[in-house]
């Protein structure tokens, strides 16, 4: 125990005294919020194809309250147009209120709204979420009215004259928050991936330099040795984790928090993915420039087809098959489900796939550490 | 007591035999050098000692224990001096020697006073501040003896420390073992330095190809091969001597070329000197000076092996 202690201080202490590696912690967070911003100053507005099948009162409100938020550039369309409008990319997407789709709600027994779209997640959901949110509302009125249909009309003229366009501020920065939140957490996922490669990196270092082999001849194992690195490296990983998460509460206020400690989880998990494979990547390292170049050469096209950089949907079928074997999709999947409202029991399956890509990068990294005798490597 | 002892020991890098059947028995107090040129097994037996790699044969005692039976206590007290330069670049020499005395335990006040002790010891205690990135070579070798002392251990081992170092670093390291030897330590150290492992240790083993093939105190090595004449003839130029030709002289066993002196090991009870000052007036190489000479560890090395130390 002692000497763990003395050796996770110690490569602490290599780590820090090397200016690039405190650099790249800083630009680790100093990105991460660059993408935040970045989300959040993006006021574009999207143009959204409307087919309106039901022409009830309730639909055409609907309409006109996502006109109202500066958001939407509404464009009526025929349903015949659809698919060309949606695919020339003439809207971003297309949403189809169904047939009774207003009755359907007061009765509390609503149609699905469709929403058609090729450019993915950053545009539907914006618009999900802000439909979502009026419908939530007009459901509640529903329920309220007991079916009624007098008592509906009656509150439902109350519930426009009211003046909500604070709700409505509130849902477009909440949509806002949680694209810029999303696009910021997958650069931090990247940047992660990179600072735990440095880290365990140290090993190959020390064995470069021989102190890795002075080390040996002390009383110290080598399984004491790689699990201080290990230790090192979560503690690390930690540290940027709970900055860059505090910040995020600090800056988006409550639309974080409410599914912080979920996200916390999400992204312990996939720490501890990226430093087991960071640890194999060394493990078949003969260099420390050969595992900083393997590295950079797995991370920037797994973070790619994982749905870092867009999303998922966005890619061809293949890729997106593909990108089930991406640890990234399944820590942005999670990040996604829990930003729109999904709770623990909706995201531990991906937290389940993320700890057996851990245990697997870990097991062949203990496996090849091992076959290598003693010290033959190094000596 | 018998710190280190060696039966038997065989270790292959698969095809190559690195060690080829080794006894060795190395008594208390004593400063025993192992010579051999690059490539004798020299690093390969330390390493072994130290319990860093594992044997195909034979069997090894640390201070009297069997090396697998306590590794920690005989770890714990071996010092380690490696051939090639074991120090963090980017920590200070204070915290180099620091942190490796403790990771034998040594703590609070006891550790702060060993480390200062230790590189007083290597006279490095003015530069303990500085990073090593910018220390000389003699320097770096210097606080890599420090980092092997500061726990006091029992039995240090140096594996040659003195490799590419300026003439004085190299004397302060050869006092450094002398005065260890005196406080105590017992030394295990290895050069392709004849006049090193002359100059300080009590005993030595000569290695070649794995193999210990003399083994003694430096005046018993010597009279093992005081059957042997050694001549040196200066002459002008050695241009045109063929060593080929000069072995096939009755009574040569060994002939090295050194500038423009040529040094011939004969038997002793063979008197061959005229046919050899004939070889060269043959040649029509004039001598320009003949003297025979007491027999060093070269010539014991030589004899041996029929090799120079180092090539
Ligand atoms: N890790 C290794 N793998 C393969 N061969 C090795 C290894 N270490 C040493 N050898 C070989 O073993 C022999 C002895 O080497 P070594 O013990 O380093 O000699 P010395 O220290 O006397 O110069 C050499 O032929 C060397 O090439
Ligand atoms: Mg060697």
């Not at chain 1, 309730?58 to 009526?76: A, E």
């Not at chain 1, 409202?341 to 090849?368: E, H, P, Q, R, W």
């Not at chain 2, 018998?2 to 006894?23: C, P, S, Y």
């Not at chain 2, 204070?94 to 010891?121: D, H, P, T, W």
Request: charged share 25%; hydrophobic share 45%.
């Amino acid at each position: 125990m002692g000497n763990l202690a003395l050796l996770i201080n110690n490569t602490l202490k290599l780590f820090i005294r090397k200016k690039s590696n405190v650099f790249l912690l800083l630009m680790t967070i100093a990105v991460s919020l660059i993408f935040l911003f970045l989300g959040f100053a993006d006021n574009s507005q999207l143009k959204i194809g409307i087919v309106n099948k039901d022409n009830s009162e309730i639909s055409k409100d609907l309409i006109k309250s996502l006109q109202k938020t500066d958001k939407f550039k509404i464009i009526f369309l025929d349903e015949k147009e659809i698919i060309e409008k949606v695919s020339r990319g003439n809207v971003d997407s297309a949403v189809i209120i169904p047939y009774g789709f207003g009755e359907g709600l007061i009765k509390n027994d609503i149609e699905k709204i469709e929403i058609i779209s090729i450019k993915g997640e950053d545009v539907t959901i914006l618009l999900k979420n802000y439909l979502n949110q009026e419908i939530a509302n007009l459901l509640g009125l529903a329920f309220a009215s007991e079916g009624n249909r007098e008592i509906f009309n009656n509150m439902y003229e109350a519930y426009k004259n009211y003046p909500f366009n604070l709700k409505t501020e509130l849902v477009k920065d909440e949509t806002k928050s949680i694209l810029a939140t999303r696009r910021s957490l997958g650069f931090f996922i990247m940047f992660l991936m990179v600072n735990t490669t440095s880290i365990a990196n140290l090993i190959l270092q020390e064995k470069r330099d021989k102190t890795f082999y002075r080390v040996l001849a002390s009383p110290v194992k080598p399984k004491t040795y790689l699990l201080s690195n290990f230790l090192l490296n979560v503690f690390v990983a930690l540290l940027q984790i709970v900055i860059i998460l505090l910040l995020l509460a600090l800056l988006l206020g409550l639309n974080l928090n409410k599914s912080l400690f979920e996200i916390f989880l999400v992204l312990v998990s996939f720490a501890i993915v990226s430093i087991s494979l960071s640890m194999m990547i060394i493990s078949f390292s003969p260099s420390t420039n050969y595992a900083s170049n393997l590295t950079t050469l797995i991370v920037t096209p797994t973070c790619m087809i994982g749905g870092v950089f867009w999303p998922v949907n966005m890619m061809p079928k293949l890729l997106q098959k593909l990108s089930d074997f991406m640890p990234q999709k399944w820590a942005i999947d999670a990040i996604d489900k829990l930003q729109t409202g999904s709770g623990f029991s909706d995201i531990y399956i991906n937290i389940a796939t993320l700890l057996a890509f851990a245990g697997v990068f870990m097991l062949i990294a203990i496996y090849k550490i091992n076959r290598s005798e003693k010290m033959s490597d190094f000596v | 007591m018998k710190i280190v002892k060696i039966e038997g020991l065989t270790k292959r890098f698969g095809d190559i035999i690195a060690l080829d059947n080794i006894n060795l028995e190395i008594e208390e107090g004593e400063i025993y050098g192992l010579l051999g040129p690059n490539g004798a097994g020299k690093t390969t037996a330390i390493n072994i000692i130290c319990g860093l790699l594992n044997i195909d044969k034979g069997k090894i005692y640390v201070f009297e224990k069997e090396i697998r039976e306590d590794p920690d206590f005989i770890k714990r007290n071996i010092g380690i001096v490696p051939q090639d330069i074991a120090i963090y670049g980017d920590l200070s020499a204070y915290e180099n020697v620091c942190f490796f005395a403790s990771l034998y335990g040594l703590k609070g006040k006891e550790l702060k006073e060993s480390v200062e002790m230790a590189l007083e010891f290597v006279g490095l205690i003015d530069k303990a501040k500085e990073m090593p990135n910018r220390f000389s070579g003699g320097m770096k070798r210097r606080l890599n003896v420090a980092c092997a002392i500061a726990h006091k251990p029992k039995l240090i081992i140096m594996d040659e420390p003195t490799v590419g170092i300026d003439p004085q670093s190299r004397n302060h390291i050869l006092e450094s073992v002398k005065k260890l030897n005196k406080m105590g330590s017992t030394i295990i150290y290895t050069s392709h330095y004849m006049e090193e492992v002359e100059a300080i240790c009590t005993k030595i083993s000569i290695m070649d190809h794995g193999k210990i093939i003399a083994e003694g105190t430096k005046e018993e090595l010597i009279s093992m091969v005081t059957d042997t004449n050694t001549t040196f003839i200066t002459v002008g130029s050695v241009v045109g001597i063929d060593e080929e030709k000069l072995k096939e002289i009755t009574g040569v066993k060994a002939v090295e070329i050194n500038e423009n002196v040529v040094k011939i090991i004969s038997s002793r009870d063979v008197c061959n000197l005229d046919k050899i000052i004939q070889y060269f007036t043959s040649k029509d190489i004039p001598i320009k000076n003949i003297k025979s000479e007491i027999p060093d560890l070269e010539t014991v090395f030589l004899t041996l092996t029929g090799r120079k130390l180092r090539d």
